[in-house]
């Protein structure tokens, strides 16, 4: 699916992996 081809790519940077799951974490708390 897109969505887990885009994943696929987005996981292969680890900076823009800690950004996302810093926004993730934003958004949840």
Same mark, same amino acid.
């Given at each position: 699916? $897109? $969505?887990?081809?885009? $994943?696929? =790519? ?8 800690? =950004?996302?799951?810093? %926004?993730?974490?934003?958004? %949840?708390?």
């Amino acid at each position: 699916t $897109t $969505t887990s081809a885009f $994943t696929g =790519e987005f996981l292969k940077s680890n900076s823009t992996r800690q =950004e996302f799951m810093h %926004l993730i974490g934003t958004k %949840l708390s």
